[in-house]
């Protein structure tokens, strides 16, 4: 039998005074509470009430065991409305894994306004390029470019990733234009390290991708090292709009178009928030995925 159970009907029948009052209250058959209480005695290996027709009085041992039971069940009534609790309000540590570049960019404007609408949710940020197990509990929220994710993790769409070739007005007075790909190999280009590998330019000919053979002049991991090259007019490299549109809204940069397009995949590349689905349920994670959702995502 549940231990706790029987101590529940144990307080209880002295609170009501009678074994049926009590098994009335608890929604038990008079019979089940009454085993309740036997088994309990015999668990403890002595008795705690002395039973009579007409009333319910406690041996010297069970008045003890009233308080400490009392006391017991009332710290476990608590936790559970601190549970209660915390499953209402978003609380707690919320840990975040998001691409270094994106993340200066377009969600540490947002941070202060979180924290504001949260304030029981302290957040563990991870800037970072690093793959992440969301399956597991080290994190809780991640946001990452590429294709679409493992069906396993629930995907929400950001915006597109899809890179576009630009430069600065001042590299192109210096260098040129280049006419179309077969030219690239006499300019500064700026290639991307992911995780697993250096991200290859190449062209999409027929439905297929084609990779060409460029010497870069600088391969980095930092997305800001490549924006601030490019921005004092070193290179030429391939940027999402999200990263570049309020650059080339007031002229800093300029989108450089080729007869072939540059680019890294045949397919259209995505940036989404990603959880697994699971822990949507958690009010912190429900509520981060919904702000980041509102405040990122634009129409596809």
């Known amino acids: ?7 529940e009907v144990f307080v209880t029948t002295l609170q009501c005074g009678s074994i049926s009052n009590a098994a009335k209250q608890l929604h038990l058959p008079v019979s089940s509470a009454s085993r309740q209480l036997s088994w309990l005695e015999a668990q403890l290996g002595t008795e705690l009430i002395k039973r009579s027709t007409r009333a319910i009085n406690l041996t010297e041992v069970g008045r003890a065991y009233l308080t400490q039971c009392q006391q017991v069940l009332e710290q476990i009534r608590q936790a559970e409305e601190l549970v209660s609790s915390y499953q209402q309000t ?12 994106y993340f200066d960019n377009q969600v540490l404007p947002h941070l202060s306004e979180f924290e504001a609408l949260y304030p029981e949710i302290k957040l563990d940020i991870d800037v970072s390029d690093r793959l992440t197990d969301l399956s597991k509990a080290e994190t809780d929220i991640a946001i990452r470019g590429g294709y679409l994710p493992d069906e396993r993790i629930h995907a929400r769409w950001l915006c597109d990733n899809t890179p576009h070739l630009c430069a600065t007005p001042q590299y192109i007075e210096r260098y ?5 790909h077969t030219e690239l190999h006499a300019h500064h280009l700026a290639y991307y390290r992911s995780p697993k590998h250096i991200l290859t330019w190449g062209i999409v000919r027929e439905g297929q991708w084609l ?11 930092s997305g800001r090292y490549i924006r601030e090259l490019m921005m004092a007019g070193k290179v030429m490299a391939l ?14 940069l300029i989108k450089v178009d080729l007869p072939a397009p540059i680019c890294l995949s ?14 949507y349920q958690v009010p912190k994670i429900r509520a981060a995925v919904d702000f980041f959702s509102q405040k990122l995502a634009v129409s596809r």
């Open 239 to 252: 940027l999402p709009d999200w990263s570049t549109q309020a650059d080339r809204d007031e002229g800093k």
């Open 1 to 7: 039998m549940d231990k706790l159970k029987a101590m």
């Open 176 to 180: 040129g234009l280049p006419a179309d």
């Open 266 to 279: 045949a397919e259209r590349l995505g940036l989404y928030l990603l959880y697994y689905t699971p822990r």
């Open 90 to 101: 978003p609380s707690g540590i919320l840990t975040i894994s998001c691409m270094s570049h």
């Open 211 to 221: 990779p060409l053979e460029l010497k870069p002049y600088v391969v980095t991991n």
